[in-house]
């Protein structure tokens, strides 16, 4: 359990925006984070392999998803799809169909569309330079480099939600509207650069537990804000869209409208409309199908 015991193992800093980590405070943080992940680091596949094709999938599919819904997910898919090439020529139906439960479903085309321009540009090598893996499709700053550190152990600085616990709740007690870019010199300071794919590894595990155990310290981040509800939502409905066209892929508008939200037509249409624009659908006429290109 976290409480005053482990908080006490590292100095406490000068009130205000801290910039650089005391040595002495340096070395009982690491030592705080590398003892726990030790003793309780998760087992999770992706975490054995450094094959950075495997790396990108896995850092993809956890963008805004639970953990545990990715431990299921992330077999499947790499025995779907085990190789860039494989996932590259794949149909969008039928990624879509193995992606599904997962959610965001916009990652999913993102994902085949990175492997595309890997298998064109890099001939099927995922790029280890961050300027070239954020040119891929849904890959921004903060992905590019965790690609970076877990597929090729760079030691580059970058930010996520479970790191960004961790920090916040060290160095910023009871301070509120946090900034990343007040953490950003803390984490560079603490950084291992000898084995930086572990360092993230403990820093990831310890900002989870950290969740179950305080008042979540993401809350006092200034990039903090609540999810909105699921039900109801367009997001909803997207995924009720798509799931019906896996499982009949070309159906007639109409039809596909009565059959999602009867009541509201012309919410449905725009969302169609949306999903069209974004290249997940088609409109043949008067039917709607996934795209096959």
């Known amino acids: 359990m976290i409480g005053k015991k482990t908080r006490e193992k590292v100095e406490?800093?000068?009130s205000g925006?801290?910039?650089?980590?005391?040595?002495?405070?340096?070395?009982?943080?690491?030592?705080?984070?590398?003892?726990y992940y030790a003793e309780n680091g998760r087992d999770l596949p992706w975490r054995h392999t450094t094959d950075p094709y495997r790396i990108l999938v896995s850092e993809i599919m956890l963008q805004q998803t639970q953990v545990d819904r990715v431990v299921k997910k992330y077999p499947e898919f790499m025995q779907s799809f085990p190789t860039c090439h494989d996932l590259a020529r794949a149909p969008l139906a039928e990624v879509l169909a193995v992606w599904r439960?997962?959610?965001?479903?916009?990652?999913?085309?993102?994902?085949?569309?990175?492997?595309?321009?890997?298998?064109r540009d890099h001939a099927g090598?995922?790029?280890?330079?961050?300027?070239?893996?954020?040119?891929?499709?849904?890959?921004?700053?903060?992905?590019?480099?965790?690609?970076?550190?877990?597929?090729?152990?760079?030691?580059?600085?970058?930010i996520e939600t479970n790191i960004r616990r961790v920090f916040i709740h060290y160095f910023f007690e009871g301070k509120t509207g946090v900034r990343d870019q007040d953490l950003l010199p803390l984490v560079k300071e603490a950084l291992d650069h000898q084995n930086p794919r572990?360092?993230?590894?403990?820093?990831?595990?310890?900002?989870?537990?950290?969740k179950t155990k305080v008042e979540n310290p993401n809350r006092r981040s200034a990039h903090y804000s609540r999810q909105t509800a699921f039900s109801g939502?367009?997001?909803?409905?997207?995924?009720?869209?798509?799931?019906?066209?896996?499982?009949?892929?070309?159906?007639?508008?109409?039809?596909?409208i009565t059959e999602i939200?009867?009541?509201e037509p012309d919410r449905v249409r725009r969302i169609i409309d949306r999903l069209i624009s974004e290249r997940f659908l088609e409109r043949a006429g008067s039917r709607i199908r996934i795209r096959n290109s």
């Open 12 to 14: 406490k800093l000068p």
């Open 17 to 35: 925006m801290p910039e650089k980590i005391p040595a002495p405070s340096i070395a009982r943080f690491r030592k705080t984070i590398l003892s």
């Open 101 to 119: 439960g997962m959610g965001y479903n916009r990652r999913a085309i993102a994902l085949r569309e990175s492997a595309r321009k890997i298998v």
């Open 125 to 158: 090598l995922v790029p280890e330079g961050i300027e070239e893996l954020e040119q891929l499709p849904g890959i921004g700053a903060a992905t590019a480099r965790s690609i970076a550190v877990f597929a090729f152990n760079r030691p580059v600085v970058f």
């Open 198 to 210: 572990v360092w993230y590894s403990a820093l990831m595990d310890y900002g989870t537990m950290l």
């Open 233 to 256: 939502s367009d997001r909803q409905i997207r995924g009720t869209l798509l799931a019906r066209l896996i499982r009949t892929p070309d159906l007639d508008e109409d039809t596909l």
């Open 261 to 263: 939200a009867r009541e």
